[in-house]
């Protein structure tokens, strides 16, 4: 059975940083593809990005340049270095995994498999 377990969430003040963890268990991680959504109050739950099992990474375009996705196979775990952080990109954030090895997009239904996300937020 798959697991995702997100952490890294918290409290911060516009401009600066956070990292968020996702840790996964139940198969092999470098097998497939991760991505990372996020939902804000009153909104639906939107693409910010995604790594192949080949490292290629995918990014929405509000967060290019400030976000850094990254895995660490050994470790089964992905993150996500935010940057650089804005109001706006307060939400509670997702990580998941898609059902099928080589599958990868920007779609929520390209993923099969969810943590139970962690909240950022962002302060002025």
């Known amino acids: 059975q798959v697991q995702l377990i997100e952490s890294g969430g918290g409290l911060v003040q516009a401009g600066g940083s956070l990292r968020l963890s996702c840790a996964a268990s139940?198969?092999?991680?470098?097998?497939?593809?991760m991505s990372w959504f996020r939902q804000a109050p009153g909104k639906e739950r939107a693409f910010v990005a995604a790594?192949?099992?080949?490292?290629?990474?995918y990014y929405a375009d509000s967060v290019k340049g400030r976000f850094t996705i990254s895995r660490d196979n050994a470790k089964n775990t992905v993150y996500l270095q935010m940057n650089s952080l804005k109001v706006e990109d307060t939400a509670v954030y997702y990580c998941a995994q898609p059902e099928r090895v080589g599958r990868i997009g920007t779609g929520l239904d390209d993923y099969h498999h969810w943590g139970q996300g962690t909240q950022v937020t962002v302060s002025s």
């Open positions: 790594i192949g099992w080949n490292d290629i990474t």
């Open positions: 139940g198969r092999t991680f470098s097998y497939y593809a």
